[in-house]
T-cell receptor, first 114, second 108 residues
Framework: DTEVTQTPKHLVMGMTNKKSLKCEQHMGHRAMYWYKQKAKKPPELMFVYSYEKLSINESVPSRFSPECPNSSLLNLHLHALQPEDSALYLC?????????????FGPGTRLTVL | RKEVEQDPGPFNVPEGATVAFNCTYSNSASQSFFWYRQDCRKEPKLLMSVYSSGNEDGRFTAQLNRASQYISLLIRDSKLSDSATYLCVISGNTPLVFGKGTRLSVIA
């Protein structure tokens, strides 16, 4: 299995809603990542988990809350988002963090905040 | 100087043409180099890792020049299906740093 899966594919939410994005990989990778990508821009790193521990938080607002329940799963909890948070949210995984770090991306969740 | 710089294009080339992209990087301690391809509204997909000795995969050839701090991607015999954005990606003691991408359109 060389796939990273993400659910849902699309999400529309209001500014007062609470929702979660989910990511799963079964490649035995020990590093997992959340990225945000706006149209015609490269992916921007949000969070990195290495061995299920948060290693990097790129000064992301607290309305985004990551969680790594186990080595295969990564969640992103969303609360009180703003319309400018609308974007494609990409999950990725790699064998290791900083080394063996070819990253494999999931298909993304396209988020629209109304 | 930005960490990773790419010509955004677009590069519009006819089918069968050879096209090359360069990408410069500022961190001399960078250790890993990759080319990713991203189709419109899809996720980035790893195209090639780039090794010091250069590497080739079919119609695609990647080179690394550490002295001048750039990597290159050469595509021979372009196909319509090669139309995409090509992202230069670098890492060292930091997670991956993405270039802004070079847009390629192959025209029939």
């Amino acid at each position: 299995d060389t796939e990273v899966t993400q659910t849902p594919k699309h999400l529309v939410m209001g500014m007062t809603n609470k929702k979660s994005l989910k990511c799963e990989q079964h490649m035995g990778h020990r590093a997992m990542y959340w990225y945000k990508q706006k149209a015609k821009k490269p992916p921007e790193l949000m969070f990195v988990y290495s061995y299920e521990k948060l290693s990097i938080n790129e000064s992301v607002p607290s309305r985004f809350s990551p969680e790594c329940p186990n080595s295969s799963l990564l969640n992103l909890h969303l609360h009180a988002l703003q319309p400018e948070d609308s974007a494609l949210y990409l999950c990725a995984s790699s064998q290791g963090f900083l080394q063996d770090n070819e990253q494999f991306f999931g298909p993304g969740t396209r988020l629209t905040v109304l | 100087r930005k960490e990773v710089e790419q010509d955004p294009g677009p590069f519009n080339v006819p089918e069968g043409a050879t096209v090359a992209f360069n990408c410069t990087y500022s961190n001399s301690a960078s250790q890993s180099f990759f080319w990713y391809r991203q189709d419109c509204r899809k996720e980035p997909k790893l195209l090639m890792s780039v090794y010091s000795s250069g590497n080739e995969d079919g119609r695609f050839t990647a080179q690394l020049n550490r002295a001048s701090q750039y990597i290159s991607l050469l595509i021979r015999d372009s196909k319509l299906s090669d139309s995409a954005t090509y992202l230069c990606v670098i890492s060292g003691n930091t997670p991956l740093v993405f270039g802004k991408g070079t847009r390629l359109s192959v025209i029939a």
